[in-house]
């Protein structure tokens, strides 16, 4: 059974950086490519990075690029996700998940707030 434990939110000030950590059990996790997604309140799903299984192909959302950066140690079957100049609006529960699938997480919530 695939499984992924995400770690690392709290809460922030703006301008604040946080490191998301995702450990992946039950799943070949060094073949596959992965992705990180987030739910604001009261909003849907809203993908905003992936990577690919060896690490050397990154995408990124416009509303992320050059603040976060996603990376991954298949050794340890751990996804990263860097998070530098935090905003309000980045507030909402991060989740990671294989690319095209939905996130089985319970997923890590981050909050930035003064």
């Known amino acids: 059974q695939v499984e992924f434990v995400e770690s690392g939110g709290g809460l922030v000030q703006p301008g604040g950086s946080l490191r998301l950590a995702c450990v992946a059990s039950?799943?070949?996790?060094?073949?596959?490519?992965m992705k990180w997604v987030r739910q604001a309140p009261g909003k849907g799903l809203e993908w905003i990075s992936s990577i690919g299984a060896s690490g050397s192909a990154t995408l990124y959302a416009g509303s992320v690029k050059g603040r976060f950066t996603i990376s991954r140690d298949n050794a340890k079957k751990t996804l990263y996700l860097q998070m530098n100049n935090l905003k309000p609006e980045d507030t909402a529960v991060y989740y990671c998940?294989?690319?095209?699938?939905?996130?089985r997480g319970q997923g890590t919530q981050v909050t930035v707030s003064s």
């Open positions: 039950g799943t070949t996790f060094s073949s596959r490519d």
């Open positions: 998940a294989i690319t095209n699938t939905s996130p």
